[in-house]
């Protein structure tokens, strides 16, 4: 089966950075993924790494190792609305989309 | 972007009963869809992928004379519940892919079902 690790919560100030750690073991990659959800809701797509690097999208950024089997998602100036659930997500050998469990991001003042 | 619209968004059946929900893609063709249930605090878990005019593909563990899926149109997929019972409460969440050379998963703003 397929195994993705992320932490289960994490808690930042508002206008500071927080980065949230992704490792996996899939049978085969096609490209990883990260989306926020908030409670109730469907999840947003951020990000879409396929290759080893790091891909910029505003106040967002996404990192791929996948030699290591690792990825994270930068979240900078953090502000209130981006308190959620963040998704990571991996595409296997089979496109199939697995997720790992989620992170949940509290932003205090 | 594209869209992706299910219904209902909230559904209170009773033990015992069926209920069907909709995944729609509104502005494209959907050519590939899925459908995960997600308990509270917990992943997304896949549950079947339909393409449509063919048999939805089930993953392990998950009865497909339970969770009936109908991909008839390439807008329009539908799970069915049946014989529903309280452990099947849950969020449940339908995305859809277009062409093979796109692999961005749209997703549905889900449905919550409270089974009593």
């Known amino acids: 089966g397929q195994n993705i690790d992320q932490p289960t919560e994490m808690t930042a100030t508002e206008g500071a950075i927080v980065q949230i750690n992704c490792t996996y073991q899939t049978s085969g990659f096609n490209g990883l993924f990260w989306y926020q959800q908030h409670a109730g809701e469907a999840p947003t797509f951020l990000s879409y790494?396929?290759?080893?690097g790091l891909e910029e999208k505003g106040r967002f950024s996404s990192f791929l190792s996948r030699s290591k089997g690792y990825s994270y998602l930068l979240l900078k100036e953090l502000q209130m609305k981006d308190s959620a659930s963040y998704l990571c997500?991996?595409?296997?050998?089979?496109?199939?989309?697995?997720f790992g469990a989620g992170t949940t991001v509290t932003v205090r003042a | 972007g594209a869209v992706v619209s299910q219904h209902p968004s909230r559904v209170i059946c009773k033990s015992g009963t069926s209920v069907k929900i909709e995944c729609r893609s509104l502005d494209f063709q959907a050519t590939t869809m899925f459908w995960y249930r997600q308990f509270p605090k917990q992943s997304l878990m896949l549950m079947a992928t339909?393409?449509?005019?063919?048999?939805?593909?089930?993953e392990q563990g998950v009865e497909k004379d339970k969770f009936l899926i109908n991909h008839a149109s390439l807008t329009l997929s539908t799970l069915t519940v049946t014989s529903a019972h309280p452990e099947d409460s849950s969020f449940y969440i339908c995305?859809?892919?277009?062409?093979?050379?796109?692999?961005?998963?749209?997703f549905g703003p889900g449905t919550r079902l409270t089974v009593t």
């Open positions: 995305s859809a892919r277009g062409t093979s050379g796109d692999y961005e998963q749209y």
């Open positions: 339909s393409n449509e005019g063919s048999k939805a593909t089930y």
């Open positions: 997500a991996v595409w296997d050998g089979d496109y199939k989309l697995s």
């Open positions: 790494n396929v290759l080893d």
